[in-house]
C-alpha cells in the first residue's frame, strides 16, 4: 500500500500555476462602445477593398472569341465537322480601336470540361512523371484505360489526365497594309516553378528519346513527349511547360489555361490599334461533351486578372457591416436604460 502511495505522489504533476492551471486569464467584455466602432472601420475598411478592387477590374482589358464553329456563320465551322477535323485551320480577324497594353496574355479556354472528375484526376502515375524509369515499362494501374495500347505496350504517359491534352495550336499576326507581321508569343515559364523543377521530372537518360524506347505515346497524341517542342530540347518530356498547364487541373468545368505571353519586340507595351488574323490549328474535339473554345487576351494588374466578383464581395460585406453597426446602434439606444416603475 506505502507503495502504490508514493508512486501516485510521483506521478502528480507539480503543482505550480501552469501545471495547476492557476494562470492568470483575461476575457474581452464586448460591449456597445467596442463593437459598434468596430464593425463601421471593418465595413469602411472593406468598402474601400471593394472600391479599389472594382474600378481596377473593370479597367482591366479583355478580349474573347469563340471559335467552337458551331455556328455556321464561324469561320471554323468546317473544322467542327469530326470527318474534315483532323489537321484543319481556320482564322480570327478581330480589330483594335486602342493599345491593348502590355504585358498581355493569351490563353484558351473551355466548356463543360470536368477537370475535376475524380477518375479522370487520378488517372495518372506520379512515379512515371517524376522519372522514374521503372514505371515506365510498368505504369501504374490508376492509368486504366490509358495504360497499355492495342499491343500491350505501355503508354508513356499514361492515364486520361495526359492522353486528353490540349492540342490546338495557334499563330497571331498583325496586318500592316496587307502584310502578316508575326506576333511573337513568349512560352516560357507560363507553368508554375513548382511543377517543372520539384513535382515534375525528366529522367537522367540522354538523349531524352532513349528514355521512350519500348514505349508509345498517348493514344490521342500527334507526337510523342520528347518532342512536344521541337524548338527548345529543355522544354520537352514531362517538364514541357504546356503539359505542365494541362495537368494543372482546373476546379470548375469552365476554365481558361494561360498558352502565352505578348512581351517581346515590337509588342513589349501591348498590342497596338489595328487589324490581327490568329491562325488556328483545329485539332482538339469538343463536339461530343457539348463542350466549346475559346481564346482570351487580357492584360493584368496588381490584383490579378479580371474580376469583378471580388470587389462586389468586398463591398457587400462592408455594407452589411455598416448595416448591423446602425442596427446595434439603434437597439442600444433604445434598451440602453431600463425602464423605471
Not at 474573347?64 to 474534315?84: K, L, N
Not at 497524341?221 to 517538364?239: H, R, V
Not at 461530343?288 to 486578372?305: I, P
Request: hydrophobic share 35%.
Amino acid at each position: 500500500m506505502q507503495k502504490k502511495e508514493n508512486q501516485e505522489v510521483e506521478n502528480r504533476p507539480d503543482n505550480t500555476a501552469f501545471t495547476q492551471q492557476r494562470l492568470p486569464a483575461w476575457q474581452p467584455i464586448l460591449s456597445a462602445g467596442i463593437v459598434i466602432p468596430l464593425f463601421v472601420l471593418v465595413g469602411l475598411a472593406f468598402i474601400g477593398i471593394g472600391v479599389a478592387l472594382f474600378v481596377t477590374s473593370r479597367n482591366l482589358q479583355v478580349l474573347e472569341m469563340d471559335y467552337t464553329g458551331v455556328e455556321q456563320t464561324s469561320p471554323c465551322f468546317s473544322c467542327s465537322d469530326p470527318i474534315t477535323q483532323k489537321n484543319c485551320k481556320c482564322s480570327l480577324s478581330f480589330n483594335l480601336d486602342k493599345l491593348f497594353e502590355g504585358p498581355v496574355f493569351f490563353y484558351y479556354g473551355l466548356t463543360n470540361f470536368f477537370q475535376n472528375q475524380r477518375a479522370y484526376g487520378v488517372s495518372k502515375d506520379d512515379n512515371q512523371l517524376s522519372g522514374d524509369l521503372a514505371y515506365f515499362t510498368t505504369p501504374d494501374s490508376t492509368c486504366e484505360p490509358y495504360r497499355y495500347d492495342s499491343n500491350e505496350k505501355p503508354i508513356v504517359p499514361c492515364g486520361s489526365l495526359a492522353n486528353s491534352m490540349f492540342n490546338d495550336t495557334f499563330k497571331l499576326y498583325q496586318i500592316l497594309n496587307g502584310v502578316k507581321k508575326p506576333v511573337p508569343l513568349d512560352g516560357k515559364g507560363i507553368a508554375w516553378w513548382t511543377d517543372y523543377n520539384i513535382k515534375y521530372r525528366n529522367p537522367s537518360v540522354k538523349p531524352l528519346r532513349n528514355a521512350f524506347n519500348e514505349t508509345v505515346k498517348p493514344l490521342y497524341w500527334s507526337k510523342p513527349a520528347y518532342e512536344l517542342d521541337p524548338t527548345d530540347a529543355a522544354n520537352n518530356g514531362f517538364i514541357n511547360q504546356d503539359f505542365l498547364v494541362w495537368m494543372r487541373r482546373s476546379a470548375l468545368p469552365n476554365f481558361r489555361k494561360l498558352y502565352r505571353r505578348i512581351t517581346e519586340g515590337d509588342y513589349t507595351d501591348g498590342l497596338p490599334a489595328g487589324n490581327y488574323s490568329l491562325e488556328i490549328s483545329y485539332n482538339y474535339p469538343v463536339m461530343d461533351f457539348d463542350g466549346r473554345k475559346k481564346v482570351v487576351f487580357s492584360n493584368v494588374s496588381w490584383m490579378g486578372g479580371k474580376n469583378e466578383f471580388l470587389g462586389i464581395a468586398y463591398l457587400v460585406i462592408g455594407s452589411l457591416c455598416l448595416v448591423m453597426s446602425v442596427v446595434m446602434l439603434i437597439i442600444y439606444a433604445k434598451f440602453k436604460f431600463p425602464e423605471e416603475d
